[in-house]
Structure formats: structure tokens, C-alpha cells
């Protein structure tokens, strides 16, 4: 028995991580309507992305891989002599993603395909992939590993600041939202992925500080009683305000693993100039 651990691109894993464990990575992309499109992982920088979004007029789309793509992925680790692929996804309450992995793992002949669909994403959907890493060095077989992961599901979380709903509205990724729309004013909403894998409505606050406290409050006591956790700060293009943030988690939890990292075009579509994440995941991840 052979097992490879592949993603799709949400997961952000540090390049130098991919390269390390060759991870297979099946990118999505975000296209504008004038044609430019952004793959993730063709190293573009992310603020060229965020250039074009402030000055584009409409909202940009993204698309998941295509059901090729996932073949194409799994035959090459076929060919390779790799016996089972264990496949981490992205939400599939925000994208297609799983569903094609899922379908294009039904097709393929010669390797056996196990889908997993995190239902989160950016840093919590990559520390699925590098924690079913060391459980294939540990020599757990596919089910196993598929049946820790899904244990483990139970206690991972991440709240969302975003500065207004308007990519989300428009892009259809978040639920609950249309008693928000109109009456947010100058109010910083807070949002949460739930159980379904979706973006609801958390909160609504009057200053980001306050947003930025209960994004904090609320992880927090989500980990209480947790043996073995990391924290991420998933930051968006408020480089120097994620990083202060990150910097005062650091300094005011210091027995906690805090880590942090930054989302890529698909999750900057959804949410927007300013957008940040905190999630957390029940074992220890180190990428910093």
C-alpha cells in the first residue's frame, strides 16, 4: 500500500511545504469579466489580485478545478505506483469542489480515491492535509486515517471579519444575510462557518476593535478543555493589521500554538478588502 495526500488550492499551505511532501495541489481560479483570470499557486502576487478587484467594476467569479484536472491528478499518482489518494477539500457548503474531487474519484480505474470535505477552508482545510501527512507516516491505512479526520471535524471552527457583506452577497456564499443587508451602516459584521459547512451571521459590532475582541472571546472559548490545539490568524491584504493581531494572541496566550498565514485570490474574492479569519484545529500545526 501506497497513500498520496492531495488538496485543492484553499488549502494555503506554505510552498515550501508543498515541495517538502510533494503534495499534488488542483488550483481553483478567480476570473473578472474583462477576461484576466488568477490561478492560485502561479505565484502571482496577491496584490496584484486585490489591484484588480479594487479597480474592477463588477465581481470577480471563481471556478473549481475541473472533473479533468482531478483525473488527470489521480492517474499521474497512479502511474507513480500509489495505491490510494486521500483528497482534502475545501467546503463544499461554499464550493464544488469536493463534489467534482468525489465524481472524478468514482471514474478513474487502478487507484482507490478517499474524498474528505473539511468544510472549512485556507489554513484549517491545509492542516487537514498535513496531519493526514503524519498519519500515513505512521502507517494508518486509508479508513483509518479518513475516520480520525472526520472525528477530529468535531472540534474545528473559524470566525470571519469582513469590512461590508458586498462580495459575499453577490457571490452567493454566505446565508441568512438579506435581515443584514441595508442596515449594517458603518457596523463591522462578524460571520461563522457552521456544522453545514456554510457562512452565517455571527454578530454585528460598531468598530473593528471590537469586531477583532470577539473573534478572539469566541475561539477561545471554543478551545477551552482542548488537550492539543492551534489557533490560525488567516490574514487578508490588511498585512499590518492581521500581523498586530497576531502579535497580541501571541503574547497575551503564550501556552497556546498560534500560527499565522494568509488566504490566496478564491477566498479573497469572497471576502473582500480587510477580510480576516480566526480558526482553530484540535493538534498541534506548526508553519511558522
Known amino acids: 500500500m501506497k497513500i498520496a495526500v492531495m488538496a485543492d488550492s484553499t488549502g494555503y499551505l506554505p510552498k515550501e ?3 517538502k511532501y510533494q503534495i499534488p495541489i488542483a488550483p481553483l481560479s478567480v476570473a473578472f469579466d474583462d477576461g484576466k483570470t488568477f490561478t492560485e499557486n502561479d505565484n502571482v502576487p496577491i496584490e496584484h489580485f486585490y489591484q ?3 479597480s474592477s467594476k463588477t465581481f470577480p467569479t471563481t471556478s473549481q478545478p475541473a472533473i479533468g484536472e482531478w483525473l ?4 499521474q499518482l497512479r502511474d507513480k505506483g500509489y495505491t490510494d489518494i486521500i483528497v482534502i477539500n475545501l467546503s463544499s457548503g461554499i464550493s464544488g469542489s469536493y463534489q467534482l474531487a468525489t465524481q472524478a474519484g468514482e471514474m478513474v480505474e487502478g487507484v482507490n480515491v478517499y474524498t474528505f470535505d ?6 484549517i482545510e491545509g492542516s487537514y492535509v498535513l496531519y493526514a501527512l503524519e498519519l500515513v507516516e505512521k502507517g494508518f491505512t486509508p479508513n483509518v486515517i479518513i475516520e480520525e479526520l472526520l472525528e477530529i471535524r468535531e472540534n474545528t471552527g473559524a470566525y470571519l471579519l469582513v469590512d461590508d457583506l458586498k462580495n459575499l452577497q453577490k457571490s ?7 435581515a443584514w443587508v441595508g442596515t449594517l451602516l458603518k457596523m463591522k459584521p462578524v460571520l461563522r462557518f457552521e456544522e453545514d459547512g456554510k457562512i452565517y451571521p455571527f454578530e454585528k459590532v460598531r468598530t473593528k476593535k471590537r469586531a477583532f475582541n470577539s473573534l478572539e472571546q469566541n475561539i477561545f472559548d471554543k478551545i477551552k478543555g482542548l488537550d492539543e490545539v492551534t489557533v490560525f490568524v488567516i490574514n487578508g491584504d490588511k498585512i499590518e493589521e492581521g500581523k498586530a493581531f497576531y502579535n497580541h494572541l501571541k503574547e497575551t496566550y503564550p501556552d497556546v500554538n498560534i500560527q499565522y498565514s494568509e488566504f490566496g485570490p478564491v477566498v ?6 480587510g477580510g480576516l479569519g480566526l480558526g482553530y484545529f484540535p493538534k498541534k500545526i506548526i508553519i511558522n
Request: hydrophobic share 40%.
Open 72 to 75: 488527470q491528478n489521480y492517474e
Open 268 to 273: 479573497a474574492s469572497h471576502l473582500g478588502s
Open 17 to 19: 511545504m508543498i515541495e
Open 172 to 178: 452567493g456564499r454566505i446565508t441568512g444575510a438579506q
Open 118 to 123: 473539511s468544510r472549512l477552508a485556507a489554513m
Open 52 to 54: 484588480k478587484m479594487a
